[in-house]
T-cell receptor, first 114, second 113 residues
């Protein structure tokens, strides 16, 4: 079975500072990896995903994540955050190359400080 | 429809009553999922329907929980004899393939008093 650990439940960061949200996964088979975002009072949205190929994947709003198989990690980074990035971020994993359920981590709440 | 539709958006029920939550997925999406979101607990997988295959019920927390999907489209999650610990936001998602990611509905906030 797959599992996901998000080590930080909350991350405060000053506006325009860089941020890293940590995610580690566990699986005995190949995986797909996802980051979802939930803005205040909104539903969950897919931010970015790793399926195969290049280990660095990017979103349209400046976030990026790198799949590191040896460290079983998929950390999310942004070089300069904005107030509008305030949200809860969920890392998720599923088995690769088949349709299957996605298992989510417990989420990291990103607080942007002015 | 354009998105995943869930109803009701809010439900308050008395302990011991049964509730039904409805999910209308995106047309053409073969996969449908139910999750439960509680404060500080993230998203807990409940059940997964894929086409005509038998559903994956491995996440249902007790036999008070059940779900069905009629005609490969609309799904209903039923909670019998509700308990206070059932209070949460119940999220439905649909997908045309896991590699494409899910589209989530806005959820049903269930409060058991």
């Amino acid at each position: 079975a797959q599992s996901v650990t998000q080590l930080d439940s909350q991350v405060p960061v000053f506006e325009e500072a860089p941020v890293e949200l940590r995610c580690n996964y566990s699986s005995s088979v190949s995986v797909y990896l996802f980051w979802y975002v939930q803005y205040p009072n909104q539903g969950l949205q897919l931010l970015l995903k790793y399926l195969s190929g290049s280990t660095l994947v990017k979103s349209i709003n400046g976030f990026e994540a790198e799949f590191n198989k040896s460290q079983t990690s998929f950390h999310l980074r942004k070089p300069s955050v904005h107030i509008s990035d305030t949200a809860e971020y969920f890392c998720a994993v599923s088995r690769a190359n088949r349709d299957d359920k996605i298992i989510f981590g417990k989420g990291t709440r990103l607080h942007i400080l002015p | 429809g354009a998105g995943v539709s869930q109803s009701p958006s809010n439900k308050v029920t008395e302990k011991g009553k049964d509730v039904e939550l409805r999910c209308d997925p995106i047309s053409g999406h073969t996969a449908l999922y139910w999750y439960r979101q509680s404060l500080g607990q993230g998203l807990e997988f409940l059940i997964y329907f894929q086409g005509n295959s038998a559903p994956d019920k491995s996440g249902l927390p007790s036999d008070r929980f059940s779900a069905e999907r009629t005609g490969g489209s609309v799904s209903t999650l039923t909670i019998q004899r509700t308990q206070q610990e059932d209070s949460a936001v119940y999220l439905c998602a649909s997908s045309a393939g896991t590699n494409l990611g899910y589209t989530f509905g806005s959820g049903t906030r269930l409060t058991v008093v």
